[in-house]
């Protein structure tokens, strides 16, 4: 069963920083892209970040660009990302993603909360 482990949320002070880790089991992790996504209350999913273990290639999204960073370790099947000059606006439940076998499998998703 494929499983997506998310970790790492917190409370921060705006213009801190916080990392963010999604172990994921249960599919072949180098075959497939990991994205991150957030929703916050009263607003609609919205997608923050994307790595795709097969080849490296990345997306962002633009309210994120320039201050979030993903990375994955392969061997670890965890990717993770890294939020520096953190906003209040980037407070938000973040959720790791897959796609596999024709659907979409989440996490349990974690708390972010950056106060001004």
Not at 62 to 85: C, E, H, P, W, Y
């Amino acid at each position: 069963e494929v499983q997506l482990q998310a970790s790492g949320g917190g409370l921060v002070q705006a213009g801190g920083s916080l990392r963010l880790s999604c172990v994921a089991s249960g599919f072949t992790f180098d075959d497939h892209a990991i994205g991150w996504f957030r929703q916050a209350p009263g607003k609609e999913r919205e997608g923050v970040s994307c790595i795709s273990a097969n080849n490296g290639k990345i997306y962002y999204g633009d309210s994120v660009k320039g201050r979030f960073t993903i990375s994955s370790d392969n061997a670890k099947g965890t990717v993770s990302l890294q939020m520096s000059s953190l906003k209040p606006e980037d407070t938000a439940i973040y959720y790791c993603n897959t796609f596999y076998r024709l659907r979409a499998w989440w996490g349990q998703g974690t708390q972010v909360t950056v106060s001004s």
